[in-house]
């Protein structure tokens, strides 16, 4: 199975700072990398697939890069409605694989 | 809208089966494949299987091989995964997602199926 890492598993932030999470993959995935939002209590949203593609009516302050093995997930300006846990998702083998989450909590 | 409604939340004897369904509505139920993900407290998501509507093809991940089964109706546009075998750590909340091609990802989810394994 292809074990994914997210770093760091949980990070305080202010609203407006710049945050990134980075992903990495156990072996090479080339760009088949997705990353999802969970609030407590709902179900994921896809925010970004194929490393990079923003879903549609994802904010722009959201952003996607990488490939290989190391994958970052950018938020260029934390607002109130972005603290939740972020997960990354594996789509280049079976099982698919997701990453253990990375919190983003209010400082 | 495109939307996925679950059946509501199972409370199950280890050993025992459960069944939870996901009814699709708001887009071409036939053209899409369906995936099983659950997530247990404090757990990462985790992916059971995946379903392709269509032509009721199933892909399953090993770790649940042999105890969990995904199928569909058509006629109902829904799909279901049942589970046998239950034992105390499959207490989860149980998503159905669907797929956005060619990418694999989960672009919509339904609201989620609590299944709580307790004697």
């Known amino acids: 199975d292809i074990q994914m890492t997210q770093s760091p598993p949980s990070l305080s932030a202010s609203v407006g700072d710049r945050v990134t999470i980075t992903c990495r993959a156990s072996q090479s995935i080339s760009r088949y990398l997705n990353w999802y939002q969970q609030k407590p209590g709902k179900a994921p949203k896809l925010l970004i697939s194929?490393?990079?593609n923003l879903q549609s009516g994802v904010p722009s302050r959201f952003s996607g890069s990488g490939s290989g093995t190391d994958f970052t997930l950018t938020i260029s300006s934390l607002q109130p409605e972005d603290f939740a846990t972020y997960y990354c998702?594996?789509?280049?083998?079976?099982?698919?694989?997701f990453g253990g989450g990375t919190k983003a909590e209010i400082k | 809208q495109v939307q996925l409604v679950q059946s509501g939340a199972e409370v199950k004897k280890p050993g025992t089966s459960v069944k939870v369904s996901c009814k699709a509505s708001g887009y071409t139920f036939s053209t899409y494949v369906m995936h099983w993900v659950r997530q247990a407290p404090g757990q990462r998501l985790e992916w059971m299987g995946w379903i392709n509507a269509g032509n009721g093809n199933t892909k399953y991940s090993q770790n649940f091989q042999g105890r969990v089964t995904i199928t569909r109706d058509t006629s109902a546009n829904t799909v279901y995964m049942e589970m046998s075998g239950l034992r105390f750590e499959d207490t989860a909340i149980y998503f159905c997602?669907?797929?956005?091609?060619?990418?694999?990802?989960?672009?919509?989810w339904g609201q989620g199926t609590m299944v709580t394994v307790s004697s």
């Open positions: 194929s490393a990079s």
């Open positions: 998702q594996q789509n280049y083998g079976i099982p698919l694989t």
């Open positions: 997602a669907r797929d956005l091609p060619p990418d694999d990802a989960f672009d919509v």
